[in-house]
């Protein structure tokens, strides 16, 4: 059996918690929240057959097979960072927040002193295989396309560029590099960065998003051209209903990836 940590108990968190309890190799021993939010999770995981224990740090003597970064940015310094350094592999999600300027070296760095490794998760995007094959047989342009529904832009830079509310037809809230759209919509945009990361880099990836008011999905598009040929991907995704601004694609990627740690065969 794997034994798990969880970092963060949002509609992500709680997704992937529903669903691992299917599966009877894996199993989340502890969720850390932040402080002050215990008893907040406590009641989002009232549901489950056996709740996972509820922390506000990872103890010094813990040992999990894996910690698994659902909360965004403030955790990969808080937790991650901390954990690699102790020989804990780690899977990220909020792989967005590595648009930082210099947190890929530290988080490298950190994985190097306690000889373990980081996973960056894809969540709602695929094709990430074929695109960090094509990095290495010649790679010259990738270009992403984010749409979503309009509400799925409230409370970010989108409402500076047009209103959100009475919007009638699609409307380019953004165009730019990855890195850019990284820093503007932390939580919009963790597919431009992963794409980056495959990729490219976050400088030399094209960005466009696009808030559509018809839209009851989050459509990703991408395309990619070099020396090895070219490939095109759309994927339709329907958001959580807890949280319009991620796929639920999201959700299984995870799981996904703790099956592979966890089962014989992997794919």
């Not at 992963?194 to 018809?214: E, F, K, M, N, Q």
């Amino acid at each position: 059996m794997l034994h798990i940590t969880m970092i963060g108990c949002g509609a992500i968190g709680v997704g992937v918690l529903e669903l691992l309890e299917k599966d009877p190799q894996l199993c989340v021993d502890a969720v850390i929240a932040s402080a002050g939010s215990e008893d907040l999770v406590r009641q989002r995981l009232a549901s489950l057959r056996q709740p996972p224990q509820v922390l506000t740090a990872l103890p010094a003597e813990a040992r999990p097979d894996l910690l698994v970064e659902c909360a965004g940015h403030k955790a990969i310094e808080e937790h991650v960072l901390p954990a690699l350094e102790r020989g804990i592999a780690c899977l990220i999600v909020s792989v967005g927040a590595l648009s930082e300027v210099g947190l890929v070296e530290r988080l490298e760095a950190a994985a190097a002193r306690g000889n373990t490794r980081i996973e960056l998760l894809p969540g709602a995007i695929g094709g990430i295989d074929a695109l960090s094959a094509a990095k290495l047989g010649g790679l010259d342009s990738v270009a992403y396309v984010g749409r979503k529904p309009a509400r799925a832009w409230k409370h970010t830079p989108a409402e500076q560029v047009c209103d959100l509310d009475t919007l009638s037809e699609p409307t380019v809230i953004f165009e730019g590099s990855a890195r850019e759209a990284a820093r503007l919509y932390p939580k919009n945009a963790n597919v431009a960065a992963t794409l980056s990361l495959a990729g490219l880099g976050l400088d030399r990836t094209r960005v466009t998003l696009i808030a559509d008011p018809s839209s009851e999905e989050n459509v990703h598009q991408f395309a990619a051209k070099g020396a090895f040929g070219g490939f095109e991907m759309s994927l339709r995704g329907k958001p959580l209903q807890a949280n319009p601004k991620t796929s639920a694609l999201t959700v299984y990627s995870v799981v996904r990836a703790l099956g592979n740690h966890a089962h014989a065969i992997s794919i």
